[in-house]
Each structure stands twice: as C-alpha cells, then as structure tokens.
C-alpha cells in the first residue's frame, strides 16, 4: 500500500493564510516547521539581526546524512498587498476559484515551496522515509526586502556547521508565460551610481558669472546613454544602464543651481565585474567631460553580482523533468532581477525554477491549481533522477 500524495495546494492555502510581509514570520516558518519535523526532518529555526535592520527569522531543515546533497531553496516573506479592496480574492485567504488559486505569495513564491515540500514528501513516502543522500530545505523570510538577515547569513551559518550543498533548485517563479518555458540559470548584476555635477551658483540674468551645472550634466547623461555597454554575450543580455532620478532641487527661477545629479541603475551580463564597469562608465564620463564639466560619481555598494550556472548535467536533468511532465523544452534564461541565488551560488551550483511569474507583486498574484499539481510532479522527477 502506498501513501497517499501530498497536497500542495493544501499546504500552498495554509501558507497564504500566513501574513508573512517582510520582516514579519507571520506563521509561515512555524507551519513548516511542522510538517517538515513531521516527515523525519531536522528543522532549526535559526534568527539572525543586523543594527539598523529588523530582525529576521529563517529556517533550516535537512533529512539524510550522506551525499549527494539537494537543497530546496525559497522565501515565505512577501511583499504587501496594497489595496487590499482591490483584490478580487482578500490577499491572505487562500481562496481557490474556478481552479486558480489566489493570494499574495501565490507565485513568489509560496507556491513553489508548496510544491516543493509535497514533492519531497512524495519521495520520502516511496524510499520508505529516507532519501537515498540528503534533501534540505533553506528557507529564508529576508528576501523580498534588503535581503541581510536572509540566504546570506543561512548559508553562511549552515556552512560553519559544516553543511555542504552539491546542488540548488531555487524555487522562485522562473516562467514566463507558460510552465515549463525557461528555468534560470543565472541573474545579471545589478550595480546603483549618483553622477555629481558641479558648477558654480549664480544669478539666472548674469550667465557669465556662473556655471551651470545642467548643461554639464545634460552632456553627460547623453554620453553615457549614446553607446551600448557591449552587445551580449552567450548566456545573457547586453547589459544597460538607466537612468532613474534626475535632481537639481532648485526652488528659484532667478538662480542658477551650484549642483546638479542623477541617479543610475546598471544591470550588467559577465562581459563585466563591478570594477571593471565602473571603470568603463568613468572613462566614458571623462571623456564627455573633458576639462570643461567637473563630475564625479558616488558608487552604492552592491552585494548583486553577476553569475551563471553553465549548461551541463544538472541543467540537463532538470530541463529533462520539465519535458517529461510539460511535454516543453524550457528556455536557459538569465533575465529579470537579482534573487537569492546570487547567494547560493557560492556555496553550490544553483538554478531557478517555480511557477508562472507573469502576476508576482501585482494585486490578484495568483496561479491555476494545475500548475502547482504539474509543478510537484517535476520535483518528484527531479527528486527521482537526482537520487537515482
Ligand atoms: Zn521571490
């Protein structure tokens, strides 16, 4: 006799129903705790604190003492709801209408947890209760917000306890439109600048005695935006730099500013590393500059670096669990934001792949029931192939 299948869109509704906005646990970690202690698991609920930030609870829970090693990765915190009126469905109902189920989290990314967590108790059910090597889930509730008391410091915990991770599958929405059209396999870097230009402040009737900050910075944001920052590379994007803010703050129509600025964003492929990219954006600044525009640029600190799991074995398995269940041949995507895997990917190979992303932080985030039951049959195939 067998065990009956996990529910994962049971445990999907009772993770909706957890109001776990960043930085609140809101019974999301607690209730996995539960039923991953009960399945044979041993779970820490571990808590990390940073000054200036809220503290954060995480969760870490592993069955199986040998190689090789699968971690489950994902994020029970969400982003807020907004209006919540606005919702045909309340956020944190976990209702289920004409078999789409509905509730902030539903795609990023309680669900995939969801399934997840039923694929592998599916599988501990088959191999009477162990694994044939180790599966833990890491499950952080610091993701949707800075991102410091999460992955970061999980991993980095784990590790000194002497936990080693063979591979990753990160569970965030990683389709596009359709499940099973692309997994990621990596994220591009993301790397935030304030260009200054200065000039001297003066009255707006006497030109000659001032220099106008504008003008420069006018010439500058036209420089850095005339020529690509490359075109490409095998697994990614050309990488772009936008510009977000563009500030003077002058209240006065009689004065001419002493300083202008503007805000940037880059999103940059593996043609580059941080250095190297600033060095490219300074040198073409300088350039447009010449002599005649004072400028310099204030770097932010970015913890996003560029990465790629290159194509191989274990992309190939899990591409291979898609198309046995979708009957599709997902794409190898880089694109999108940063997530936690630019994290994971120091301690082990990772890729992504969840549900459909297409409503994620959007009011009504929800995700056809038949997705989530799909979603759990690759992870049991995964499960399957990778443990052999
Ligand atoms: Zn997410």
């Known amino acids: 006799m067998s065990a009956p299948a996990a529910d994962p869109v049971a445990i999907a509704r009772d993770l909706l129903r957890c109001r776990s ?49 699968l971690m489950l990765a994902g994020h029970t915190d969400v982003v807020p709801p907004g209006d919540e009126r606005a919702w045909s469905h309340a956020p944190f109902s976990g209702d289920v209408a004409d078999g789409v189920l509905y509730g902030r989290g539903a795609v990023d990314m309680k669900g995939g947890i969801a399934c997840a967590v039923a694929a592998a108790l599916d599988h501990l059910a088959k191999t009477g209760g162990k694994p044939k090597g180790s599966i833990s889930f890491l499950i952080t509730g610091d993701e949707e917000s800075v991102a410091v008391n999460g992955t970061v410091k999980l991993l980095k915990w784990a590790a000194e306890r002497g936990e080693k991770f063979d591979h990753c599958i990160l569970a965030e929405p990683s389709n596009v439109a359709t499940l099973g059209d692309a997994i990621k396999i990596g994220r591009r870097g993301s790397v935030n600048g304030t260009l200054v230009v200065t000039g001297r402040q003066g009255h707006v009737a006497y030109p000659q005695r001032a220099i106008n900050p504008i003008s420069g910075l006018v010439r500058l944001i036209g420089a850095l935006k005339a020529e690509p920052l490359d075109s490409g590379s095998a697994h990614f994007e050309p990488s772009n730099l936008e510009f977000t803010s563009v500030d003077v703050g002058n209240p006065t129509d009689n004065l001419i500013p002493g300083e202008a600025r503007a805000r940037f964003n880059i ?41 790629v799991t290159k194509p191989g074995p274990f992309t190939d398995m899990v591409a291979g ?3 046995e269940v979708t009957g599709r041949k997902p794409d190898l995507s880089t694109t999108g934001g940063t997530s936690d895997a630019r994290f994971i990917k120091d301690y082990c ?35 399957q192939k990778y443990f052999g």
């Open 21 to 69: 906005v960043t930085p609140d646990e809101g019974g999301a970690l607690r209730y996995l705790e539960g039923v991953l202690k009960q399945a044979g698991f041993t779970v820490d609920c571990v808590s990390f604190s940073e000054p200036g930030t809220p503290d954060i609870e995480n969760l870490y829970a592993r069955i199986g003492l040998t190689g090789p090693h």
């Open 267 to 307: 999103r940059y492929n593996d043609l580059h590393t941080q250095s190297s990219l600033k060095t490219l954006i300074e040198s073409r600044a300088g350039k447009a500059a010449q002599d005649s525009v004072h400028w310099h640029i204030t770097w932010e600190s970015s913890n996003a670096d560029v990465f």
């Open 321 to 323: 669990a898609i198309a």
């Open 349 to 383: 190979p990772v890729v992504e792949f969840g549900l459909v992303g297409q409503t994620m932080h959007q009011v009504d985030e929800r995700t056809p029931v038949a997705d989530l039951v799909a979603l759990t049959a690759i992870y049991r195939k995964v499960l």
